[in-house]
């Protein structure tokens, strides 16, 4: 398996832009998390999905950010409009079952200029 | 609500020192916990886990035994490496009301040749 797809690295954007990070998971995995790091919060779980349906966003800083999964194999991160304290590196995760770890995608670094 | 504390780094070692790493949780039911590395650049991966009280998770030299009187799950190696200097992050993985994964605030590691 390819693990976690985060197909972007590296993402800059104007200010106001709107932006979309995108996430495949492992086959077979039913849970997807999406998480924010950055140097000041640290490792901060943002919204997650079981069966692609959303379980808890609450994590979700704001309006402007919204999530969907529209299969059982991608989801999206949308940010609209953006602005700068929204840098940080966004990453994906996914995991099988009820015990089992979550396994991270490489991250999307995103620079809101 | 459940939550990971881990001591704060940065922690510098020379090679071949000891390395220990504490991490204590909070939360309901019985959860499942993990030791998470990552390096430069990269994204988390799994070191280690143990799913119940008293399972020690091994990997690379690395330690942890899940201690539920305590509420402890510490991170060990007896010999350290310059290879392992990265960042650790304990999580645990709720048993109970959706089975999200926590992440501490990360330890950061250096290790001195």
């Known amino acids: 398996d390819a693990g976690v797809i985060q197909s972007t690295r590296h993402e800059v954007t104007e200010m106001g832009q709107e932006v979309t990070l995108r996430c495949k998971p492992i086959?077979?995995?039913?849970?997807l998390f999406w998480y924010r790091q950055t140097m000041m919060r640290g490792l901060e779980l943002l919204i997650y999905?079981?069966?692609?349906?959303?379980?808890?966003d609450s994590g979700m800083p704001e309006d402007r950010f919204s999530a969907k999964m529209p299969n059982a194999s991608f989801s999206t991160l949308k940010i609209q409009p953006s602005e700068p304290r929204d840098s940080a590196v966004y990453f994906c995760?996914?995991?099988?079952?009820?015990?089992?770890?979550?396994?991270f995608g490489q991250g999307t670094r995103l620079t809101v200029v | 609500g459940d939550s990971v504390t881990q001591m704060e780094g940065p922690v510098t070692l020379s090679e071949e020192a000891f390395l220990t790493i504490n991490c204590t949780y909070t939360?309901?039911?019985?959860?499942?916990l993990f030791w998470y590395v990552q390096y430069p650049g990269e994204g988390l991966q799994l070191l280690l886990k143990?799913?119940?009280?008293?399972d020690k998770g091994s990997n690379k030299g690395f330690e942890a035994t899940y201690r539920k009187e305590t509420t402890s799950f510490h991170l060990e190696k007896g010999s350290v490496q310059v290879s392992d200097s990265a960042v650790y992050f304990c999580?645990?993985?709720?048993?109970?009301?959706?089975?999200?994964?926590?992440f501490g605030a990360g330890t950061r590691l250096f290790v001195k040749a």
């Open positions: 995760a996914s995991s099988a079952g009820l015990t089992t770890e979550a396994f």
């Open positions: 086959s077979g995995h039913d849970y």
């Open positions: 999905f079981n069966n692609n349906v959303p379980i808890d």
């Open positions: 939360a309901t039911g019985y959860p499942s």
């Open positions: 143990a799913t119940k009280a008293d």
């Open positions: 999580a645990l993985r709720a048993s109970t009301g959706g089975f999200k994964t926590i």
